[in-house]
């Protein structure tokens, strides 16, 4: 159900359209002019407004200029009815900022479905709108936690272009890859606790930094087990240490125990770990690295995706250009 601005000066055919939109299950606020309309609009705070153009005091056009003047208005959609002889007004209209026009005389159906349209559509735009924003949060966390161990940099940014790559190889459904996208950045949030001296040690770790050190994953997971937005990136974090033969940490599973993405996980953290330079040892040559994969394919990781990140890393040394960087 949707919350209705409607303004219309005929009686009859306001109470044709409230009608009409009440039995398609949305709340209508109907007004005989521009003016009532504008001033009830805060209040009301609509989904969408529905508006005859040709009104006393204020017409559909200055309704609109005045919406879109408003904080709550600028987007809202703006639906006007408008007769056959108006039609050369409708450039005019979509200057102004108009969604769509339906033209007088218009049926039932007609109406509700250019309406359910127009819903539709700034759903569409407000779900990817708080998903940028929920997604600009994240890259500031995982970038500050980076700041943190300067022997990572770029690191996070990094696994998460290798683990996008392979989760879209594995046919990863677009939810999965949606999770996928923050998750991989967030595998090492728990890092938050662990001392900067630790992390960036160059020497040996002791048996109690290690200890504290490998704590990044249930620390990680346990500060997002109540954030119900982000819970789903818990596998990420929580598994990414395990191992496919039930050596890993922190909850020694095994195989297809461990969840997928905590596997996924594994593989590009590796890969991206020991290619790179870090504060204990050079980056090693990528092939040098997928073959350490393969050996611990069935032992260390998921053998078959071990074998597809494999096939697609070999094909971006052949073809660098094809290789996603993330950007
Ligand atoms: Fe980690």
């Known amino acids: 159900m949707a919350k209705i601005l409607l303004t219309e000066d005929e009686d009859s055919l306001r109470l044709m359209t409230r009608t009409v939109l009440e039995l398609g299950g949305h709340q209508v606020f109907a007004?005989?002019?521009?003016?009532?309309?504008?001033?009830?609009?805060?209040?009301?705070?609509?989904?969408?407004?529905?508006?005859?153009?040709?009104?006393?005091?204020?017409?559909?056009?200055?309704?609109?200029?005045?919406?879109?003047?408003?904080?709550?208005?600028?987007?809202?959609?703006?639906?006007?009815?408008?007769?056959?002889?108006?039609?050369?007004?409708?450039?005019?209209?979509?200057?102004?900022?108009?969604?769509?026009?339906?033209?007088?005389?218009?049926?039932?159906?007609?109406?509700?479905?250019?309406?359910?349209?127009?819903?539709?559509?700034?759903?569409?735009?407000?779900?990817?709108?708080?998903?940028?924003?929920?997604?600009?949060?994240?890259?500031?966390?995982?970038?500050?936690?980076?700041?943190?161990?300067?022997?990572?940099?770029?690191?996070?940014?990094?696994?998460?272009?290798?683990?996008?790559?392979?989760?879209?190889?594995?046919?990863?459904?677009?939810?999965?890859?949606?999770?996928?996208?923050?998750?991989?950045?967030?595998?090492?949030?728990?890092?938050?606790?662990?001392?900067?001296?630790?992390?960036?040690?160059?020497?040996?770790?002791?048996?109690?930094?290690?200890?504290i050190m490998r704590s990044h994953t249930t620390v990680g997971a346990k500060i997002f087990e109540n954030v119900p937005h982000l819970r789903e990136a818990l596998p990420y974090i929580r598994y990414h240490h395990e191992r496919w033969d039930g050596a890993g940490y922190p909850d020694r599973l095994e195989g297809e125990n461990i969840p997928l993405e905590g596997r996924l996980m594994a593989i590009v953290d590796f890969f991206d770990a020991l290619s790179s330079e870090r504060s204990y040892h050079q980056g090693r040559p990528v092939p040098e690295v997928l073959e350490m994969i393969r050996q611990g394919a069935g032992t260390h990781f998921d053998p078959v995706m071990a074998e597809v990140f494999i096939s697609l890393q070999e094909a971006n040394m052949i073809n660098p250009e094809s290789q996603e960087t993330g950007e």
């Open 31 to 211: 007004y005989p002019n521009g003016q009532l309309a504008l001033e009830s609009f805060e209040e009301i705070n609509p989904d969408i407004v529905v508006s005859d153009v040709s009104m006393p005091i204020l017409d559909g056009f200055g309704l609109l200029d005045q919406v879109r003047r408003l904080r709550a208005g600028a987007v809202v959609p703006f639906l006007f009815l408008t007769a056959r002889s108006e039609r050369s007004d409708v450039r005019f209209a979509r200057n102004l900022g108009a969604d769509d026009y339906l033209f007088k005389p218009y049926d039932a159906e007609e109406l509700l479905e250019a309406v359910a349209a127009r819903l539709e559509r700034r759903r569409a735009i407000e779900l990817f709108e708080s998903r940028q924003a929920h997604l600009q949060t994240i890259i500031m966390l995982a970038n500050l936690i980076e700041a943190r161990d300067e022997y990572t940099r770029d690191h996070v940014q990094r696994v998460q272009a290798l683990a996008t790559e392979l989760g879209n190889a594995l046919g990863w459904t677009p939810e999965a890859m949606t999770i996928l996208e923050y998750g991989s950045l967030l595998h090492d949030v728990g890092k938050i606790v662990v001392p900067e001296t630790i992390l960036n040690k160059p020497g040996k770790l002791t048996p109690e930094e290690i200890e």
